[in-house]
């Protein structure tokens, strides 16, 4: 089993209101990138509809473990090993 590592939390900027304005870092201990996005969740309820649609993390978003898309990993069950660094990114469409 992989054990719990340090994990930092980068969300998108338009997401900060989301967040009190002391937290100056997103910072848990998870040993995979679903638990670190649940412990997201647990903490901040509201990013809960911005990530995840029908259980499943979103088409519209996209989470980077270092400069890795974790769908090309594991997806949400991809191990986090070392401290690492989590990025949400949400897809921007235009024309």
């Known amino acids: 089993m ?3 590592t340090p ?12 967040v009190p304005t002391e937290l100056p870092k997103l ?3 998870a040993p995979t990138v679903r638990a670190a996005l649940d412990w997201l ?3 901040y309820p509201q ?3 911005r990530l995840f649609s029908n259980g499943r993390l979103a088409s ?4 980077y473990l270092g ?14 090993e070392g401290p690492a660094k989590l990025t949400v990114i949400q897809a921007v469409a235009g024309g």
């Open 47 to 49: 990013f809960s509809v």
């Open 41 to 43: 969740i647990a903490g």
């Open 67 to 80: 400069e890795d898309d974790i769908r090309t990993l594991g997806g949400l069950d991809t191990p986090i």
């Open 60 to 63: 519209w978003v996209n989470v």
């Open 7 to 18: 994990v930092q939390i980068s969300v998108p900027s338009n997401w900060s209101a989301l």
């Open 2 to 4: 992989t054990s719990e």
């Open 27 to 29: 910072e848990c201990q």
